[in-house]
């Protein structure tokens, strides 16, 4: 069965640095785009970046362009999110999901997603 654990999420200050892993199990990563969402109390679940099968296509919201950075090694079955410049409109829990195959430009809608993990905290203090 698919399954992903999110962790790293933390308390930090605006400006500051975290880079969460998404460890998946039960699969190996080599046949899936991976994406991260983040979803705050009240509001949708929204595409942050994603990461196509061999890693040369990847894909960011235009809010964390030129902050944020998705890299995967599939040798460790992970993908990392790496956040720089964190703001406090990122604060969130932020959510791994799989899909089988590429995506195209409407990778940030995630109801075409599976697999969700439980999420890990973001918090982004000004």
């Known amino acids: 069965q698919l399954k992903f654990v999110e962790s790293g999420g933390d308390l930090v200050q605006s400006g500051g640095s975290l880079r969460p892993p998404c460890a998946a199990s039960g699969f190996t990563l080599d046949s899936y785009t991976i994406g991260w969402f983040r979803q705050t109390p009240g509001t949708e679940r929204e595409g942050v970046s994603c990461?196509?099968?061999?890693?040369?296509?990847?894909y960011y919201r235009d809010s964390v362009k030129g902050r944020f950075t998705i890299s995967r090694d599939n040798a460790k079955n992970t993908v990392y999110l790496q956040m720089n410049s964190l703001e406090p409109e990122d604060t969130g829990v932020y959510y791994c999901?799989?899909?089988?195959?590429?995506?195209?430009?409407?990778?940030?809608?995630?109801?075409?997603?599976?697999?969700w993990g439980q999420g890990t905290q973001v918090t982004v203090s000004s």
């Open positions: 999901a799989a899909v089988r195959g590429q995506v195209g430009r409407t990778w940030s809608n995630w109801k075409l997603w599976r697999s």
């Open positions: 990461i196509g099968i061999g890693g040369g296509i990847t």
